[in-house]
């Protein structure tokens, strides 16, 4: 009964920044890759980041890469991700999920980020 709550969404204008929050429980947090995953307006999801479990470290897509940085803090079961130089582009629901581009499992409810003048 994994669960997963995203936080920190909201309104930003162009170039201005966000940071969103995961909190996790119900699994193995500490031993599952997690994820970030968007979807825009009348568009599919787009893979935004994985976080590894056992490396820690991060990959991203390109349209996000030097932007967004992702951090997972297993001792308090959460994930984040910081977005900087936000663009309109951006503007999607965001969610959090347990895996990676090979498979999402877990997913949490999402969060709406706006990015407009």
């Known amino acids: 009964q994994a669960q997963l709550v995203e936080s920190g969404g909201g309104w930003v204008q162009p170039g201005g920044s966000l940071r969103l929050s995961c909190a996790a429980s119900g699994f193995a947090f500490s031993q599952s890759a997690m994820s970030w995953v968007r979807q825009a307006p009348g568009k599919g999801l787009e893979w935004v980041s994985s976080?590894?479990?056992?490396?820690?470290?991060?990959a991203y897509p390109d349209s996000v890469k030097g932007r967004f940085t992702a951090s997972k803090h297993n001792a308090e079961n959460t994930l984040h991700l910081q977005m900087n130089m936000l663009k309109s582009d951006d503007t999607a629901v965001y969610y959090c999920a347990q895996g990676g581009p090979g498979g999402f499992y877990s997913w949490g409810h999402g969060v709406q980020v706006t990015v407009s003048s």
């Open positions: 976080t590894h479990s056992s490396t820690g470290t991060t």
